[in-house]
């Protein structure tokens, strides 16, 4: 048994050690010392649980439960554990991007059962770091395997793993896999295969992660057994969570394009099996299913975002993620940011004389045009004065307009948090585009008659818009005009451009009963002109669609721009963003 005072002992111990523990893998490391937690409670507080130790790349951290080390009996090992945990930090995963980038990879190798990506990724990246001290560092990992291998602890994962040791380290069979009743000829296969996938992608470990869980598939596809299997197994998971409450990590909308062909089942290699005509994985996925949204259908869907990021941070917020999705997407098409431009000084250039008066300010008689002009100096009659002018034609100041955008969100339209929505990003474009400038922006969802949503007036947050223009309704048939009446029922103090986006539809909702005296085609013309004369639809539309209706908003004064196919919104919003705020 133990006690409180063993643990305190233990403390004093792996403090004194923490230097060494650096020393295995660069003299020059600057890691803040671990969190000592010397009890389940307090390691439980710090979001332990399952293991002994664990790291936390949101602040660069380690914590140690000193009270599950000295019950499990590894306290002696204190260079090894802590050593183990420093190299998740310098080595693998090492960083939040490359910790999703390799959670992103081992997800296309995991069909169907891609919430098990993170713990093959923390296995995955635990073979990588334990090679490396057991072999080049010369510690004793293989005996801390030894001290928590029990009997209750194997199942055939396990039993793989530490057969994949033992091949890594040439042990003898049954040194770490000391449970005879899983032993296979399929283990000791995968267990080979696995030990020179490890060795193989020990500098380049990302191109690894696919392979790696490709091995490991059929023993986690069964859900009763993968459960029990990770029960046994989580004593070990000290990076499963090593992203929690992590922000946004850019970069991880686009398609992994080469994290998918690294899918590859080391089996059918081994024995030289090829993929049918290049189309298939070695899991038999088609690449047409990986699954393009977007721009060049070069990004993942949003739902996959999501889930993906909610691996790497399982407090993620939904909203926030989806926001950071559509930003980083519409990036690349906004104006660029205004750069401060700086005009020559203006210079005043003398061009005449007038007489100066008695009237006129003294600094401006000009004495010596005066006595040439007469030696008598009588004002109003002989003073003179010099007259000025700029050698600048014009200063000119121009002011970006705000922007109001209305989004058809009726039941016709894609929910943007599980498809991919085409007006989602042009309005993210379009918005962002105009705060970049300067400007103002309102932004409103309608599905009518039903709901809307809508900003609170024009506004410069950004965080706000994007949570607007991203959420979703899903109710009525179209973008209600009655939508206007709030912003441009009277003329706003700054003139703004209105652009909805919407289909057919709209002209329906035009001709509806408003039960009011004003018509919508009455609101539509009103609100075009309170807003300074800058309106655009842009429909989902053939051209040729209900001409007249179309010739009627044209001589309200308003601009058409019709849309084929959703993919074209994408031009018409690059298109008005350059051309109304880049100038700015």
Same mark, same amino acid.
């Given at each position: ?91 693998? *995963? ?16 995991? *069909? ?19 090679? $490396? ?69 020990? $500098? ?52 992994? =394009? ?14 030289? =099996?090829? #993929? ?102 009588? *004002?109003?009659?002989?003073?003179? $004065? ?8 014009? #200063? ?28 989602? =990003? ?65 003329? *706003? ?92």
């Amino acid at each position: 048994m133990y006690n409180q005072s063993e643990i305190e002992k233990t403390a004093a111990v792996w403090k004194s050690h923490w230097q060494q523990a650096k020393l295995e893998w660069n003299p020059l490391l600057r890691l803040q010392e671990p969190i000592w937690c010397l009890s389940n409670q307090e390691a439980q507080k710090e979001g332990l649980t399952g293991s002994f130790a664990m790291i936390r790349l949101t602040d660069h951290r380690i914590v140690i439960n000193l009270e599950e080390i000295v019950a499990l009996g590894i306290s002696t090992y204190f260079i090894e554990v802590l050593a183990h945990e420093i190299g998740h930090h310098i080595l693998a *995963p090492a960083n939040l991007y490359d910790n999703a980038i390799l959670l992103n990879r081992i997800r296309y190798a995991l *069909p169907g059962i891609e919430d098990r990506a993170p713990m093959v990724s923390n296995l995955y990246t635990d073979f990588l770091i334990n090679d $490396k001290l057991q072999r080049i560092n010369k510690l004793r990992i293989s005996e801390v395997y030894k001290a928590i291998n029990s009997e209750d602890n194997f199942s055939e994962l396990w039993t793989l793993m530490m057969r994949t040791y033992e091949y890594l380290w040439r042990l003898n069979r049954g040194e770490l896999a000391v449970n005879w009743s899983f032993h296979s000829k399929k283990i000791d296969a995968d267990a080979s295969l696995l030990a020179s996938l490890i060795r193989s992608y020990s $500098k380049n470990w990302i191109q690894g992660g696919g392979r790696f869980a490709v091995l490991l598939y059929p023993y986690l596809m069964d859900d009763k057994t993968f459960n029990d299997a990770r029960k046994k197994i989580l004593i070990l998971l000290d990076a499963e969570d090593a992203g929690s409450g992590a922000i946004e990590i850019s970069g991880m909308t686009k398609l992994d =394009l080469e994290g998918y062909d690294g899918v590859i089942d080391m089996r059918k290699e081994a024995i030289g =099996l090829k #993929n049918d005509k290049g189309n298939k994985d070695n899991l038999g996925i088609e690449k047409s299913k990986v699954g393009g949204s977007g721009p060049r259908n070069s990004y993942m869907g949003p739902g996959n975002y999501i889930d993906l990021m909610k691996q790497v941070n399982p407090n993620a917020d939904e909203q926030r993620l989806i926001n950071a999705y559509y930003k980083e997407i519409a990036l690349s098409h906004l104006i660029d940011f205004p750069v401060e431009i700086s005009e020559n000084v203006s210079l005043d250039l003398p061009e005449g004389l007038e007489t100066w008066d008695i009237g006129d300010p003294i600094e401006e008689l000009d004495w010596l045009q005066s006595s040439i002009a007469s030696p008598v100096f009588l *004002p109003g009659i002989t003073t003179q $004065k010099r007259t000025y002018g700029s050698d600048s034609d014009h #200063n000119i100041s121009e002011h970006p307009l705000n922007v109001y955008i209305g989004i058809d969100c009726s039941g016709s339209m894609m929910n943007p948090k599980l498809n991919f929505s085409w007006p989602v =990003l042009a309005a993210t474009i379009i918005g962002l585009s105009a705060l970049r400038a300067g400007a103002s922006v309102m932004g409103c969802l309608s599905g009518e008659p039903g709901t809307y949503l809508e900003t609170e007036g024009f506004i410069t947050d950004e965080t706000d818009l994007l949570t607007t223009i991203t959420s979703y309704l899903g109710t009525g048939y179209a973008y209600g005009m009655e939508r206007l009446r709030k912003p441009f029922e009277t003329e *706003p103090n700054k003139k703004s451009h209105i652009v909805i986006v919407t289909d057919n539809d709209i002209f329906s909702m035009l001709d509806s009963d408003t039960e009011t005296n004003q018509t919508h085609w009455e609101l539509a013309e009103i609100a075009l002109k309170n807003a300074g004369g800058h309106g655009t639809m842009v429909l989902h539309s053939q051209p040729d669609y209900q001409k007249d209706m179309v010739i009627r908003l044209k001589k309200m004064g308003w601009n058409v721009y019709y849309v084929t196919n959703e993919t074209e919104l994408l031009k018409f919003a690059s298109d008005f963003s350059q051309q109304n705020y880049a100038y700015a």
